[in-house]
């Protein structure tokens, strides 16, 4: 310090001058703060915050708040707001607040009472206040609020009142010979319903007086003999007034007991309604618009139809509906509203509880809803109320999960796409390139040229555009120096709608293409801000299987090729442009059942397009797209056998294939399929994945003592975890163990395979281990995660293969020569303090970046962590200096968890499900998309260090300013040294 103090003082004026003034534009430029600022969050990266299917609401409207709770069947609690600008985020913003329960909890039954919700599973009750707190909740088999107390089914024989403000038990009663299942109020009498020991066969009747001291004794009503009655768990039931009601999948009819009488009756649905078509079952019994003595039954096709409960239990057709119609239903003590939303007209019906359906409606509006957009899915159900001037305002749901409200004007107040709590499928799509590549005369290198200075021009107008912004910038970067406790919004990035299809210089603006809901909507959203760009709902269809990119945006539109499943069962298949959503080809019905599809990247034809092999259950090869130029292209390639495989994982059987191409030119399928190979594991599969190669460099480099470890990277392999369970040997007279955890151990086997030639290559077994398993398979490395059973925690195994000295020469794959002696195999095993739901890795352009592993934690936390951590060579004891070359770490059995790994910060995805990962063109950044019950999509780098762009915290104006005061400053010095300097020549 004092060296530097004295230089700094024997400088002359103008030198201690620059360099004040080169400390002081430093101090600007240096950020201070060492980890994500607030206002960054959000700007690369966008949160779903999703509720699932919902199929509960119940509305509150008074002067002072207008809500929404609802409650889905993925076991969420949550608030809605009412109000909104209908802008495409409103959604969004109108969550007020969510509950998740655990995932086993599938909710049943909810209810809005004296300021209380309440949520009923399968298993438990759960009582939640008008702001989300959770109150008390307890185990239950069903519940019911009635007045100040809940009703519930505490055991099988077992009823009991609780307070509902604190859960206090306030009495119950214990009923011999039944087995209760469920319990329903009407005023202040509770009907207990059940069937009794030990089969259940015969319908059960109680009923009990509730009161604010607790449940009267329960009385039990006769009920007409010899009836079977249903379990609920194998079939759908709701109770409508007095009457229970029942669809019974198996014979296709519906089940109706009265409770006051003990009466009832079956009718099936084929004699009920005529124009049923009996190739779709009737699968659904509306649960969401419940009427007093009646009940909508619906199909998956779209068909609705309201029934009625006569006296004697029979059921009788009142009302078929139009496709695609919506409907509601308010029920009070004397009558029903009910409602139908048929195209933008709303139509509402004054039903009492036991007359005839009326002809007319008693209300109409006109424009009461916005106009259904093409392709989005159909409005399924409608919970509704009229506010001023007879208004109606409506919480809408459609068939591909979405929630809309709409106000008393028929205007949209915002929509949610609930349907990405339920993602089958997501594929990452690049945009089109800036210059479009129409004019086929271009050449490449015109192509280029224009794209480079087009490139140019852009970056020079942003710069001069920039320039109006340096006076605002450098106030906020002085502002961002003074402390302050106002918190700091962060502003997520948009792209401009001209803009929204071209691929940016870096790759970062790219299309996933998901496949949501129930399976049959597919939407297209951009990775910036995470803006849906088209939604596209089949409603023919009943779910989406294989979604296969057969064509990449290099200078044509990019082609997804998709299969399912129609409303009949039958396999079809179309083509999509994943870029707006629209259909290239019909979708064509296909008379074989499929079991696999993928595409040959190897071959492209002309136009840029892969071709597409379908194999079906007989494993017969199809090529696609079925045109006769794709076919004789096909035929025409002069290419090696191809191989694939099959895997069950029900039974762990795998069986290779080899595909030859035909013999018979006129043969219109250009490949034949035989067996080669097939391995019993004997054993249900819980992972599988085939190997990722996507690595710059095919050795590992000891740099100091100048050797080469040759990566075994062979694209043939496939990774394979099984859980075996191996029974504990008997002695001589023992009986078995009653209990599994004493009858046996559990053991995690991994094995790596050729599916060239079905040999193994590595096997390893871990003793007293068991699931959730998961695994992930890249470059030459495995890593998996198990639980251990019996050191009661959760383990990470990292295993990496190598090329024995020698035995690869010219570094080509042949599979047939290669044996598991070939094959060198290092493996470790470390600890990991939380449980793991989903791992991946990051990908990148080269393969250059050292790549990063994605931990889908429990906690809803994704956790990047280096993969030199779960390196099996890491050493023991101190590391050495060759060690140290090579970037390995000491060993210690805990993998580390600091907080400023988790690249989704507060952001949680719960009951995280999988990743889906893509390269961005800047080889330090990948694209990550993480979905579950929520989604979460950010840019991945190595320690969150871009190293080929700037950060946002880079401030260019302060750079600009600094430039141009250098250059003024050095002008002024240079005229005064000069004048000094001809001063001393005088």
């Given at each position: 310090?004092?060296?530097?103090?004295?230089?700094?003082?024997?400088?002359?004026?103008?030198?201690?001058?620059?360099?004040?003034?080169?400390?002081?534009?430093?101090?600007?430029?240096?950020?201070?703060?060492?980890?994500?600022?607030?206002d960054e969050a959000g700007k690369d990266d966008w949160y779903y915050s999703n509720l699932g299917m919902v199929k509960f609401v119940q509305i509150q409207h008074t002067a002072n708040s207008k809500k929404a709770f609802v409650a889905s069947y993925h076991g969420v609690v949550a608030a809605l707001s009412l109000r909104g600008d209908g802008a495409a985020d409103a959604g969004k913003s109108a969550l007020v607040w969510r509950q998740v329960l655990p995932e086993e909890e599938s909710i049943k039954g909810f209810q809005l009472h004296k300021n209380y919700l309440v949520a009923s599973t399968a298993n438990r009750v759960f009582v939640f206040d008008l702001d989300g707190n959770l109150v008390w909740d307890k185990a239950a088999l069903d519940s019911k609020a009635v007045g100040d107390i809940i009703v519930t089914i505490s055991d099988k024989d077992t009823v009991s009142a609780s307070a509902l403000s604190t859960g206090k038990l306030l009495n119950e009663h214990k009923l011999e010979g039944v087995m209760l299942s469920h319990v329903h109020v009407v005023d202040s009498l509770v009907y207990l319903v059940g069937g009794e020991e030990p089969s259940a066969e015969l319908a059960v009747i109680h009923t009990a007086k509730s009161s604010s001291e607790g449940l009267s004794k329960p009385s039990q009503i006769n009920v007409e003999s010899h009836k079977p009655f249903a379990p609920s768990p194998f079939s759908i039931h709701f109770f409508s007034g007095?009457?229970?009601?029942?669809?019974?999948?198996?014979?296709?009819?519906?089940?109706?007991?009265?409770?006051?009488t003990g009466k009832h009756a079956t009718t099936k649905l084929r004699k009920l309604i005529p124009d049923l078509d009996p190739k779709i079952e009737v699968r659904f019994l509306s649960t969401e618009a419940i009427l007093t003595n009646r009940a909508i039954v619906a199909n998956s096709a779209g068909q609705k139809w309201v029934v009625s409960v006569a006296s004697d239990c029979k059921v009788q057709l009142d009302l078929v509906l139009e496709k695609g119609t919506a409907v509601g239903a308010n029920c009070g003590p004397e009558s029903c509203q009910f409602l139908t939303v048929e195209g933008t007209t709303a139509s509402l019906y004054e039903l009492p509880h036991n007359g005839k359906f009326p002809d007319t409606p008693a209300q109409e509006w006109k424009n009461a809803v916005p106009p259904t957009p093409a392709h989005v899915a159909p409005m399924d159900f409608v919970w509704f109320w009229t506010g001023p001037k007879n208004a109606i305002h409506m919480v809408i749901s459609r068939g591909d999960w979405s929630l809309s409200s709409v106000d008393g004007h028929g205007k949209l107040q915002w929509r949610r796409l609930d349907g990405f709590s339920n993602i089958q499928s997501a594929t990452f799509v690049d945009l089109l390139p800036t210059i479009h590549s129409s004019v086929s005369s271009e050449s490449t290198f015109v192509q280029r040229v224009r794209e480079r200075f087009q490139s140019q021009v852009e970056d020079a107008a942003e710069f001069v555009s920039g320039l109006s912004g340096v006076p605002q910038a450098l106030l906020s970067q002085l502002s961002s120096l003074i402390p302050t406790t106002e918190k700091r919004k962060g502003v997520p990035q948009h792209v401009a709608e001209a803009d929204l299809l071209k691929k940016d210089r870096f790759g970062m603006h790219q299309m996933i293409v998901l496949v949501t809901g129930m399976g049959n909507t597919m939407v297209g959203i951009h990775t910036v801000g995470g803006r849906v760009v088209w939604e596209r709902h089949f409603d023919e269809l009943d779910f989406l299987e294989y979604t296969v990119l057969v064509r990449r945006s290099v200078s044509l539109h990019p082609e997804l090729f998709v299969t399912g499943v129609d409303n009949y069962g039958f396999p079809m298949t179309f083509t999509i442009n994943p870029l707006n959503g629209e259909l290239v080809s019909d979708v064509t019905p296909l008379p074989y059942g499929i079991q696999q599809v993928f595409a040959l990247q190897h071959l492209t034809d002309s136009e840029d397009r892969h071709p597409v092999l379908v194999i079906d259950m007989d494993s017969n090869a199809h090529v696609f797209p079925e045109t006769e130029s794709m076919h004789a292209f096909v035929k025409s390639q002069e290419s090696s056998v191809l191989h694939f495989f099959l895997a069950s994982r029900a039974t762990g059987t795998v069986t290779g294939f080899q595909l030859t191409p035909s013999a018979d030119k006129d043969d219109e399928n250009p490949f034949t399929s035989t067996q080669i190979w097939q391995i019993q594991l004997q054993d249900p599969i819980y992972a599988i994945q085939s190997a990722q190669i996507n690595t710059h460099s095919a050795a590992r480099v000891n740099p100091l003592e100048k050797t080469l470890s040759l990566k075994h990277l062979n694209p043939n392999l496939v990774a394979i975890a099984t859980l075996k369970f191996v029974p504990k040997p008997l002695k001589e007279g023992e009986e078995p163990a009653a209990n599994a955890a004493t009858a046996g151990t559990n053991h995690v086997i991994v094995s790596v395979v050729d599916t060239v030639t079905g040999a193994f290559i590595h096997r390893t077994s871990h003793k007293d281990c068991a699931g959730p398993i998961n695994l992930v398979f890249a470059e030459n490395w495995v890593v998996y995660q198990y639980w251990n059973e019996r050191s009661h925690r959760f383990e990470v195994a990292s295993l990496e293969m190598f090329d024995k000295e020698g035995s690869w020469g010219a570094r080509e794959i042949d599979s047939y020569?290669?044996?598991?002696?070939?094959?060198?195999?290092?493996?470790?095993?470390?600890?990991?303090?939380?449980?793991?739901?989903?791992?991946?890795?990051?990908?990148?352009?080269?393969?250059?970046?050292?790549?990063?592993?994605?931990?889908?934690?429990?906690?809803g936390h994704i956790l990047a962590l280096s993969r030199k951590f779960l390196d099996p060579r890491r050493p023991e004891g101190q590391v050495t200096q060759e060690e140290f070359a090579e970037g390995l770490v000491q060993y210690t059995p805990i993998l580390p968890q600091h907080p400023g790994a988790y690249i989704n910060y507060y952001n949680l995805v719960q009951r995280l499900r999988a990743f889906v990962t893509s390269p961005a063109s800047l080889e330090s950044t990948s694209l990550v998309l993480a979905y579950g019950l929520d989604m979460f999509y950010t840019p991945v780098a190595p320690n969150n260090r871009y190293y080929d762009r700037l950060s946002h915290g880079f401030s260019t104006a302060i750079i600009f300013i600094m430039i141009a005061g250098l250059t003024v400053v050095t002008w002024i010095f240079m005229k005064l040294y000069r004048q000094k300097e001809l001063k001393k020549a005088w």
């Open positions: 310090r004092d060296i530097i103090y004295s230089q700094f003082g024997q400088m002359g004026p103008s030198s201690r001058a620059l360099v004040a003034l080169v400390a002081a534009v430093a101090i600007f430029c240096v950020s201070p703060a060492l980890a994500l600022y607030e007095r009457h229970y009601i029942q669809l019974l999948f198996s014979e296709q009819s519906l089940y109706v007991l009265d409770l006051e020569a290669l044996s598991s002696s070939d094959v060198q195999v290092q493996q470790q095993t470390y600890i990991i303090n939380s449980a793991v739901r989903a791992i991946s890795t990051t990908k990148t352009a080269q393969g250059i970046t050292e790549k990063t592993l994605l931990f889908g934690l429990s906690s």
